[in-house]
Nanobody
Framework: QVQLVESGGGLVQPGGSLRLSCAAS????????IGWFRQAPGKEREGVSC????????YYVDSVKGRFTISRDNAKNTVYLQMNSLKPEDTAVYYC???????????????WGQGTQVTVSS
């Protein structure tokens, strides 16, 4: 059974950093596009970043460009989202998802993790 498991969330002060991990079982992440999404209370789930499988191209939503970095460790079958200079508006549940191609549309993704809470607050 395919599983994606996120970890690394927590409470951090504004300006701080967190690194989220997305580990997979029964699925080789390097063969999939991996997207990171987030959902704040009362808001739609939005795409944050994505990495293609073919050439490791990366994409970011404008609000996180220059602050977030997506990366992949094939040996660990894990994708990371390094989040720096965090802002209160980054507070959300963060999800990783896998499918054939990168997309900002959540319906395009077949596999999802359960999410990890990120709270940015002083």
């Amino acid at each position: 059974q395919v599983q994606l498991v996120e970890s690394g969330g927590g409470l951090v002060q504004p300006g701080g950093s967190l690194r989220l991990s997305c580990a997979a079982s029964e699925l080789t992440l390097e063969n999939y596009a991996i997207g990171w999404f987030r959902q704040a209370p009362g808001k739609e789930r939005e795409g944050v970043s994505c990495m293609m499988s073919s050439d490791a191209s990366t994409y970011y939503v404008d609000s996180v460009k220059g602050r977030f970095t997506i990366s992949r460790d094939n040996a660990k079958n894990t994708v990371y989202l390094q989040m720096n200079s965090l802002k209160p508006e980054d507070t959300a549940v963060y999800y990783c998802a896998a499918d054939s191609f990168c997309s900002w549309h959540r319906d395009e993704y077949e596999y999802w993790g359960q999410g990890t809470q990120v709270t940015v607050s002083s």
